[in-house]
């Protein structure tokens, strides 16, 4: 398998940011709450997490795609890491909305 290609390569907006923390919080305006994003150190481009407002769910899991433009979203409860939300998309607006609040489709 070929090695992946340079994250910037591939996500140059949000390497224009520093990170995809960064680049979710310019893209949410009223979507995910902008203190509660945050990118690792060791891999700011790829990777982010989202602190859960709901008691019993571990923060949601953003993982940019290393051989396509893609990310990956994950939200697990915490006793068994039972998936409570897992998707994929291509639009970093999308992955900036969140996910939707329980009891709804998330489609205006």
């Given at each position: ?52 407002m ?45 996910p939707?609040?329980p ?6």
């Amino acid at each position: 398998m070929p090695a992946p290609p340079d994250p910037s390569v591939l996500y140059p907006d949000v390497a224009a940011f520093g990170s995809l923390a960064t680049a979710l919080r310019a893209e949410a305006e009223a979507g995910l709450a902008g203190d509660s994003v945050t990118s690792p150190d060791f891999d700011p481009l790829l990777h982010a997490t989202v602190t859960s407002m709901l008691p019993h769910r571990e923060p949601l899991q953003i993982s940019a795609w290393s051989h396509e433009r893609r990310w990956s979203i994950r939200g697990t409860e915490p006793f068994q890491s039972l998936s409570l939300i897992d998707g994929r998309t291509d639009d970093l607006a999308e992955v900036a909305r969140g996910p939707p609040a329980p009891g709804t489709t998330g489609r205006p």
